[in-house]
Structure formats: structure tokens, C-alpha cells
């Protein structure tokens, strides 16, 4: 039996594997390789998409199931397939989205499909640098993708106007109809009703079957469920202190190669 034959190891992304340069560090790719060779099983448990991510996995080892899109979907990155893939629905916010994207212009609004990004924000009014963070992504109207699997809808904008945009969705009698989390300071996220990280743990738990120990490393509230699905629920330092909270352990910050930590010094 090899060292971490047992162990899978699920990281964020943003805040945790990467650091504030949205870079991974050489320590923690050579931490990975090794874990790995030992027998580990390393995925990521991301927001982002299979498209969007491998931007930023280069030469970064995945050999287990990992969750994307914040818990809509469990993906097989080698054979580049979805192993469970949740859907909004998407007929049923078409007038709520309407309504933001005439009421809030400063809020960029994606909606994220199996094969593509996109942008139903005019082009004219999308923030630069939340575009280019983004991609792949093509700009569209709501009518154009109205047909397509939607499996979360991302709002990008200041706090207190997607905190406003929250507000409105008891209006629209939506709320029953999708799970909702603030990703970060400047993105809010629609998924589908009862979808979450946490959620997609515990059928990433089924897929491997019994035996294996999970450990799962996270920074903000998206990150909550799944650190408390997991069996150990570990925070980076700049996690949020709620995060910090409901951890089992606390790590270095991301900056400071957290991954390598995890690997070297607690599992």
C-alpha cells in the first residue's frame, strides 16, 4: 500500500491553490506530483469551468473527479467528460434577467453552459477585466442560448449592487428554484436548487466508493459546505473567519504555497 493510497485531496482555486497573481506556485506543483506518485488523489473543487480552469492548471497534476461550476458538475479532466452535470431552470429567470440587465448595466451577468461561456451583458458595458478572467466566453442575447443547457448564471459587480440585485429575487418568485452564493466580494452565483460543493462531495464520495479519507481546502463562503462534507475540512489562512471557524485545520495563506503545506505537514 503506498503512502496516500487512501486520501483524496480536493483544492479551491482562487484564494487557495493559486496565489494573488492567479498563478500556482512551483511548490505546490511539485507537492501535487509527489502526492500523486505516493498515491494520492488530487482534484480541484472550483466555480469555474472545465473550459475557464486548465488556463490556470498548467502542468498541475489531476488524477480524481474534480467539481466545477461550484458544485453543478463532477468532471473527469483526463477523459474530458461530465460525470454529473446539474441544470437551472433557465425559461423560469429569463424575466428576473431581464430585469437586471435593465435595471443594473453596471453588473456583468454570464450564463454558463456545457460548451461555452456567455455574456448576455452588452459588450459595451462588461468590465474589461471581468471578460478576461472569463474565458472562454462569446457576448449574446438571452433569446440566443434560451434553448441551451444553463448550468449557473454568475453576476460580476459592486457589493452593494448585487446585494440589491439579491433582494429582487423574492419579487420574481424565484427563490425555490435555485441555491444562491456570494463567491467572492464581487460575484454572486446562481445554481440549482440544493447544489453546492458540499453537495457534490458527497456524490464524489459515492463515485470512488468506500474507503477513502477526503480532505478539502477552501477560503470563502462557497467553500462552506465542502469543508463540512469532508472528512477533514481545512482553511487557508486568508479564508474568510467564518471559514476559519468551521475548519478542522488552518493552513499557510495561498501566497504561501498551501497545497505543499496540506501535503507535507497535516495530511
Not at 454529473?84 to 429567470?93: D, G, I, R, S, V
Not at 460575484?187 to 453546492?196: A, C, M, N, Q, T
Not at 465542502?226 to 467564518?242: E, Y
Not at 493552513?251 to 504555497?257: A, I, Q
Request: glycine share 4%.
Amino acid at each position: 500500500m503506498t503512502k496516500y493510497e487512501n486520501i483524496i485531496l480536493l483544492s479551491d482555486m482562487d484564494g487557495t491553490l493559486l496565489d494573488s497573481n492567479s498563478k500556482v506556485s512551483i511548490e505546490n506543483k511539485q507537492a501535487i506530483s509527489e502526492f500523486i506518485a505516493q498515491g494520492g488523489h488530487f482534484g480541484i473543487a472550483t466555480g469555474r469551468s472545465q473550459l475557464n480552469a486548465v488556463a490556470f492548471l498548467e502542468n498541475v497534476e489531476i488524477n480524481t473527479p474534480s467539481i466545477l461550476y461550484n458544485g453543478c458538475a463532477l468532471y473527469d479532466f483526463a477523459a474530458k467528460k461530465f460525470l454529473a452535470l446539474y441544470k437551472l431552470p433557465n425559461k423560469e429567470l429569463e424575466k428576473y434577467l431581464r430585469y437586471c440587465l435593465k435595471n443594473f448595466e453596471n453588473v456583468v451577468i454570464q450564463a454558463y453552459c456545457p460548451d461555452m461561456n456567455y455574456i448576455i451583458t452588452p459588450e459595451k458595458s462588461a468590465d474589461p477585466r471581468i471578460v478576461s478572467d472569463h474565458q472562454p466566453c462569446v457576448f449574446c442575447r438571452i433569446e440566443d442560448i434560451i434553448e441551451e443547457p444553463w448550468i449557473k448564471i454568475l453576476f460580476s459587480g459592486k457589493p452593494e449592487d448585487l446585494k440589491a440585485l439579491e433582494n429582487k429575487i423574492m419579487d420574481f418568485e424565484i427563490e425555490e428554484k435555485i441555491s444562491r452564493v456570494f463567491s467572492s466580494e464581487i460575484y454572486l452565483e446562481f445554481l440549482p436548487p440544493l447544489v453546492s460543493k458540499g453537495s457534490m462531495v458527497t456524490e464524489l464520495r459515492e463515485y470512488m466508493g468506500a474507503g477513502y479519507k477526503i480532505y478539502a481546502v477552501g477560503d470563502y463562503n462557497n467553500d462552506r459546505e465542502m469543508l463540512l462534507a469532508a472528512d477533514i475540512g481545512i482553511a487557508t489562512r486568508n479564508a474568510l473567519q467564518c471559514i476559519k471557524d468551521i475548519a478542522d485545520m488552518i493552513t499557510v495563506s495561498n501566497d504561501e504555497s498551501a497545497i505543499a503545506d496540506i501535503i507535507y505537514h497535516m495530511i
